[in-house]
């Protein structure tokens, strides 16, 4: 059974920081791209980071560039999300997502074939 589970949310202050992880299972992952997405309360999903995990190249939305930082760890087939700086607008429900590398690009969630069931993320003022 191909699974992704994150954990590692909670509830931070703004300036804080949260590491957030993605155990995945049930199939070789190395030939995708891990992504984080996020959705606010009212607001579609967006991307937030990818990584390619066979090169460990990274992918980061504007919005959080300098403050969050991928990476993963084939050991343990993981992948984590370093947040740090937190604003009330990181406020979410933080979701781990594997990409196929098809024709979609890595910032559509439409490419991904295998979704977590998220962990959600309160950062207050």
């Known amino acids: 059974q191909v699974q992704l589970v994150e954990s590692g949310g909670g509830l931070v202050q703004a300036g804080g920081s949260l590491r957030l992880s993605c155990a995945a299972s049930?199939?070789?992952?190395?030939?995708?791209?891990m992504g984080w997405f996020r959705q606010a309360p009212g607001k579609e999903r967006e991307f937030v980071s990818g990584?390619?995990?066979?090169?460990?190249?990274?992918y980061y939305a504007d919005s959080v560039k300098g403050r969050f930082t991928i990476s993963r760890d084939n050991a343990k087939n993981t992948v984590y999300l370093q947040m740090n700086s937190l604003k009330p607008e990181d406020t979410a429900v933080y979701y781990c997502?594997?990409?196929?590398?098809?024709?979609?690009?890595?910032?559509?969630?439409?490419?991904?074939?295998?979704w977590g069931n998220g962990t959600l993320v309160t950062v207050s003022s």
């Open positions: 049930g199939r070789t992952f190395s030939t995708y791209v």
């Open positions: 997502g594997a990409h196929p590398r098809n024709s979609y690009a890595l910032m559509d969630e439409r490419g991904y074939d295998t």
């Open positions: 990584i390619w995990w066979a090169s460990g190249h990274t």
